[in-house]
């Protein structure tokens, strides 16, 4: 059923209120084909749960959000299993999955917002782990020829909280279903994440309890969604060449950093925020979060562009005092 003038407000983690022309909630992919072939004659955009935008501005035309469910085991070994994922389900409830059925390989991106179709498109990270080590293959219905293809891990473009399909497919494929590919035991457990290794001291090396650490940790630093409006981590950590960095150690000493490749270093976008003075700055109800500077929070009534004014703020600040460019990693709507 398609309604009309439809308040986002609860479709989108940051609380946002602005309205959509019309809405549609997608339950299959039979239902998405036929709604875009009879029903869909202007614009549209497909949302899953709203967890890495920013909403600027009513929109005027159709938004799809994709509902459709299920996790099948399609082929497995002795020390694997491929499963089947609707875009729909939403990503902690398949990490839970996972931990229920002993199956490793997600446990580090437990309790992160979002829809198991949406996290291809950001390579979702978090702890040491990326979302492109377990990924196999996904389902998308191509825009243009209303036809359905596969993607290949090898040609989804892969990178740090990116892919193809937030590059050069963006808006032209709509994602139904995500293949992983699991390990059963042994398991291969990654803790080489700085504070979830410390954490680890003492504790038998399960999944389960990785997990547990990771939901910890996240719930100690992020805000809930549920209780003020946010969506997650708003900037991604700049990545500079060793000529850089030596020049911003110089400068800053205590500059922390991680090898992401060779020549290539991460430095924490959160760290380089407070630095400047900005961690729990707040302007109206835009604000940026009091524990964790990375995450950008709506307070109550912050409009998106409030938000986005802050975050240029940010990001201005940034160049001016390191040099650096900071890119979002939510997209803006």
């Given at each position: 059923?398609i ?6 407000k609860?479709h989108?983690t ?12 997608i ?8 709604i ?5 004659k ?5 949302l899953?749960?709203?967890?890495n ?11 799809i959000?994709m ?5 099948v ?6 020390t694997?299993?491929?499963i ?12 839970l999955w996972a ?16 829809s198991?179709g ?10 040491g782990?990326e979302?492109?080590?377990v ?5 998308a219905?191509?825009?243009?020829s ?5 993607y ?6 892969f ?9 050069e ?9 995500v293949?992983?590919?699991?390990r ?22 399960t999944i389960?309890n ?7 940790i996240?719930?100690s630093?992020?805000p ?11 900037f ?14 110089n400068?800053?000493?205590e500059i922390?950093?991680?090898e992401?490749?060779?020549n290539?270093?991460k ?7 407070e ?10 109800d835009?604000?940026?979060h ?5 995450v ?7 409009k ?12 201005e600040k ?16």
């Amino acid at each position: 059923m398609i309604k009309e003038n439809v308040s986002l407000k609860h479709h989108n983690t940051f609380g946002i209120d602005v309205k959509t022309k019309f809405l549609v909630e997608i339950l299959s992919e039979d239902e998405l084909l036929r709604i875009l072939k009879s029903k869909i004659k202007g614009p549209f955009r497909v949302l899953g749960l709203g967890s890495n935008i920013l909403l600027t501005k009513n929109y005027d035309g159709h938004t799809i959000i994709m509902k459709n469910k299920g996790i099948v085991v399609q082929e497995q070994t002795e020390t694997e299993v491929l499963i089947k994922v609707g875009a729909g389900e939403v990503w902690h409830d398949l990490v839970l999955w996972a931990l229920k059925n002993d199956y490793s390989g997600i446990e580090n991106l437990a309790l992160i917002p979002g829809s198991v179709g949406a996290a291809p498109i950001q390579n979702i990270g978090a702890y040491g782990v990326e979302l492109n080590s377990v990924f196999k293959s996904c389902r998308a219905l191509e825009i243009s020829s209303l036809k359905f293809k596969n993607y290949e891990k090898e040609s989804c473009k892969f990178q740090y909280r990116s892919s193809i399909f937030k590059e050069e497919l963006k808006g032209k494929v709509i994602i139904t279903s995500v293949c992983f590919l699991l390990r059963k035991k042994p398991h291969k457990i990654n803790i080489s994440y700085g504070e979830l290794q410390r954490l680890m001291i003492g504790k038998e090396n399960t999944i389960q309890n990785v997990a547990a650490e990771v939901i910890a940790i996240r719930k100690s630093k992020l805000p809930d969604p549920e209780k003020i409006g946010n969506s997650g981590s708003f900037f991604k950590n700049p990545i500079v060449t060793q000529k850089k960095l030596l020049a911003l150690k110089n400068e800053f000493p205590e500059i922390p950093y991680y090898e992401e490749s060779k020549n290539h270093f991460k430095l924490p976008a959160g760290w380089l925020i407070e630095k400047i003075g900005y961690k729990g700055k707040r302007k109206g109800d835009a604000g940026i979060h009091k524990k964790q500077a990375l995450v950008l929070v709506n307070y109550g009534r912050a409009k998106g562009l409030d938000i986005l004014a802050l975050a240029e703020e940010v990001k201005e600040k940034i160049f001016n005092f390191y040099g650096l460019r900071l890119d979002f990693e939510v997209n803006l709507l």
